[in-house]
């Protein structure tokens, strides 16, 4: 077996009568499915886009909540060889822009709230409006479709996925993720952490990142393991479904951010709950501060297993299940992850135990990104991928992520680039310069800060430079707090110096 939907069809033929989701929204079930229920709707919806025009190695866009129909749709694309590109549904018009243009989609899915704006945005291209508050089995979208049968040679090589990471020049990049890369990492993930058919994974996040789509959704499928499915991350229905003690949904694997964790932990206000049936409570995406690993052990009960992914490489390293869990550390590498400590500017290895540029090889790393062929060049040296973090690793093989040179923001597990903010505030008239930071925070890990120099004579209110961030960035993105300053901090080259900006804002 050597692509993820060979790997998907097998688990669906496997586990046929085998509830593989239960989907709750806004606190409620809503849908139940079994792995042969994914495969037949599957089949209907490939079907369908077959007959819409959509072949091998096109992309089709999902702009939409998080819904049962995101899930058969990304399987369905599977099934003929296409390339799902999952979008976040609150991306603004600007944003979306981009991203059609980039991907050239030969079909967006939408949600109806995203109908409107696509519309605008994307007149020339198929668009197909979809119903996502109506439950997948009432609703009729290719329900009387006949199965579907899958292109024979698909290969290791071939493309599944495009997911967008956020780049230093401000536009995002698309990360050709390949069958081969996915099934590596699923498969790597399955082992480190023993997923297997007995557990049932706890999902409240967003689809459109590698974490919730591969890392979770892919793993489970994978395994055979059962999903429930929280359409959004809300800190008493997520604890509520975690509490749940008996019968079929008792879950054993819960995987978040560690901002999901800070508000779990705030929402229980750290008095300690008997979730003893969580085998597994991992945590990535962004640092896990040391603090709230201790914290989750006192209320949650366990250790949490801190590990490391990349939208580009999957999951790197992850402290072991068994065995010590250090508190800081993002673990040990995965299997067949090649690891290099490298000093940036001379490219060669550093002395055992300090620090330098985490350089990766290994088969679940993107081949590169979507047609953008100097930045797969640059982001690769003689087979290894450059990172952008820094980190060291001690005796005992741990890693740590110690700080990034790659210029982004990760606030909540998002990760921002300042350079994208800057050009939006930069386009106000009354706006000279500005550069755009993050700041430690409590909540989000990193907040978006911006500090902005105006022209001589011009006044504007940081209210004003909000609201204008609101309607080309998605809510996220918008700086938590603007400084009108009279100057930036620049160095002899009159290069803006990030630190010193930080320190304007007391950091
Ligand atoms: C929401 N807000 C954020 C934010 N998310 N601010 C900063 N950073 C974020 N990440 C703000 C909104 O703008 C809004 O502010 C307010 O919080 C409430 O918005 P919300 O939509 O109700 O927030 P909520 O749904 O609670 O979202 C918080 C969250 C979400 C933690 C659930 O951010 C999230 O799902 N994060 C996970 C991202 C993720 O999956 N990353 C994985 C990347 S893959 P205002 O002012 O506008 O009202 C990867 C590889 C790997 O990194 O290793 O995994
Ligand atoms: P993304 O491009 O959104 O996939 O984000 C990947 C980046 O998130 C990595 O390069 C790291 O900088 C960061 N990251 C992910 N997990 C962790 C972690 N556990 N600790 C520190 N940084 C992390």
Redesign the pocket.
């Known amino acids: 077996m050597s692509t993820l939907l060979h790997g998907l069809l097998d688990s669906f033929s496997r586990y046929k009568e085998k509830k593989a989701l239960s989907f709750y929204r806004n606190g409620t079930k809503e849908t139940e499915l079994t792995y042969g229920q994914l495969d037949i709707y599957s089949n209907k919806v490939a079907r369908g886009l077959l007959d819409m025009g959509v072949t091998r190695g096109d992309r089709v866009i999902l702009f939409m909540p998080k819904s049962v129909f995101f899930l058969i749709a990304h399987l369905a694309i599977q099934k003929i060889g296409a390339i799902t590109v999952p979008l976040n549904p609150q991306f603004k018009e600007a944003e979306m822009r981009y991203f059609i243009e980039d991907a050239d989609p030969r079909l967006i899915v939408c949600g109806k709230a995203q109908a409107r704006m696509i519309g605008q945005v994307a007149s020339d291209r198929e668009v197909m409006v979809v119903d996502t508050d109506v439950p997948y089995q009432e609703m009729d979208t290719f329900a009387d479709h006949p199965d579907q049968t899958v292109p024979e040679d698909l290969g290791p090589n071939d493309p599944a996925l495009i997911?967008y990471?956020?780049g230093t020049t401000g536009k995002p990049k698309g990360?050709v993720l390949i069958h081969g890369n996915l099934l590596h990492d699923a498969h790597n993930i399955i082992h480190v952490w023993e997923i297997n058919t007995r557990d049932v994974i706890c999902h409240a996040l967003p689809l459109f990142?590698?974490?919730g789509l591969c890392f979770a959704f892919h793993t489970a499928l994978l395994a055979g393991a059962s999903i429930v499915m929280l359409d959004q991350f809300r800190p008493e229905h997520v604890i509520e479904r975690l509490s749940v003690q008996d019968g079929e949904e008792v879950c054993t694997v819960f995987m978040a951010?560690?901002a999901m964790y800070v508000r779990l932990l705030d929402y229980l206000e750290d008095k300690r709950v008997d979730l003893s049936h969580i085998r597994l409570w991992a945590?990535?995406?962004?640092?896990?501060l040391p603090k709230d690993f201790h914290r989750i052990k006192q209320t949650l009960g366990k250790e949490p297993v801190?590990?490391?992914?990349?939208?580009?490489?999957g999951m790197?390293?992850s402290n072991p299940l068994y065995g010590k869990r250090k508190p800081g550390s993002?673990g040990i590498p995965l299997p067949d992850l090649e690891v290099r400590i490298v000093d940036p500017e001379t490219e060669k290895d550093v002395p055992f135990g300090e620090v330098g540029e985490?350089w990766l090889r290994g088969p679940s790393i993107t081949p590169g990104y979507w047609r953008k062929p100097e930045e797969t060049r640059k982001a690769f040296v003689n087979g290894w991928f450059r990172?952008?973090?820094l980190g060291r690793v001690d005796e005992d093989g741990y890693f740590y992520?110690t700080d990034?040179i790659?210029h982004?923001i990760?606030s909540g597990?998002?990760?921002i680039s300042p350079k994208e903010i800057e050009n939006v505030i930069n386009q106000l008239p009354e706006v000279l310069e500005s550069s755009v930071v993050g700041v430690p925070d409590e909540k989000w890990g990193e907040k978006v800060v911006a500090a902005v120099v105006l022209h001589k004579g011009c006044a504007i209110k940081p209210e004003r430079i909000d609201r204008h961030c609101r309607k080309f960035l998605h809510d996220w993105k918008c700086p938590k707090e603007i400084l009108i300053v009279g100057d930036l901090p620049k160095n002899t080259m009159g290069k803006v110096m990030k630190e010193k900006v930080r320190g304007l804002f007391g950091v």
């Open positions: 997911i990471t956020s990360a990142h590698v974490h951010v560690p945590s990535g995406s962004a640092p896990l801190e590990r490391e992914g990349m939208t580009e490489t790197n390293f993002v985490i990172t952008g973090d992520i990034r790659k982004i990760i597990g998002e990760n």
